[in-house]
């Protein structure tokens, strides 16, 4: 594959970029200014058969418009927001993604934000540094989370790895998906504010689509209410982040563990304030275990499709 072009799209990961450098011609996107990559693209246009994308740049209509030898859009994420997959269909471009290998780190980070929101793990973190526990005494009492019911949005791989978590901590699981899941003992809403009002933490974990964009709108998070918790560990627009922040503030809403955002890296400084609330820098799989694993999977399916055998993990 020495010959082959490869176009990766930011800085993703230290050993697929090694890697990708090792075995291809390797074309770094992130280097050049925004201002001057339509002509970066242009100029290797001729041998850029790959496109490595992630979870921030993926492979739009303009890109892939632009590389007229594009064959395959190897994503090191299993979301697909980021890429125009139709226009990948029009072009019979094959498309993979990274599923299963990091279910289970996203799914640790779901339980982990909705524990820390409710037993106040960062804010209690902080009244020891601070020597407040010295100065105040003890930290005020905060919220269980074992046997609270948990509803999911978007029972799939995480989704299900979520509620087999929760199931654990004794918590009765509820959920929405386009569809019943028979193969299950939890209870099925039909629609995301029956969902939210049934439950007590709210997690979300569906692919973002248009239908799922603002999936956790006003309405939702009213019907999740002041005790209620919500975590998204799916991607940033599925939340109506100024409409959180107002429901936050005004007591609407419980409290929040956010791992993704609307405008990624920008968060909102309003939530900077607020105890209740848990942000983290988009880390669902950021494990060095998964991390690599994801890597491997990009670098199998780069390898299967140019020696023409079948793709690890085909979406198309
Ligand atoms: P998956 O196995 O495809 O599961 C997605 C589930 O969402 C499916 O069960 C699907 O079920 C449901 N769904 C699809 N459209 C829906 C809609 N309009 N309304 C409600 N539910 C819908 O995917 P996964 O591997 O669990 O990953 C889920 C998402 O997590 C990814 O797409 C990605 O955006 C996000 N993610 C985030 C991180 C992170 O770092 N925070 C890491 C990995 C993944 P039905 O078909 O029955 O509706």
Known sequence: MEALGVLLTFPMNPYLEEELDRRCKLFRLWETPPE???????????????????????ADAET?????????????????????????????????????????????????????????????????????WKSKGDYKLTTRFSGKTVGIIGLGRIGKAVAKRAEAFGCPIVYYSRSEKPDTNYTYCSNVLDLA?????????????????????????????????LVNIGRGPHVDEPELYKALIEGRLGGAGIDVFEQEPHVPEELFGLENVVLLPHVGSGTIETRTAMADLVLGNLEAHFTNKPLLTPVI
């Open 64 to 132: 892939i418009d632009s590389l007229p030898k594009l064959e395959i859009v190897s994503c090191f994420s299993v979301g697909l927001d980021k890429v125009d997959l139709d226009k990948c269909r029009q072009r019979g471009i094959r498309v993979t993604n990274t599923p299963d290998v990091l279910t289970e780190d996203v799914a640790d980070l779901a339980i982990g934000l909705a524990i820390a929101v409710m037993r106040r793990i960062p804010e209690a973190d902080r009244y020891v540094r601070s020597g407040s």
């Open 36 to 58: 001057s990559r339509r002509d970066f693209l242009r100029a290797h246009a001729g041998s850029i058969r790959a496109v490595v994308g992630n979870a921030q740049v993926g």
């Open 197 to 229: 009002a049934n439950c007590q933490v709210l997690v979300v974990a569906c692919p973002l689509t248009p239908e799922t964009r603002h999936i956790v709108n006003r309405e939702v998070m009213d019907a999740l209410g002041p005790k209620g918790v």
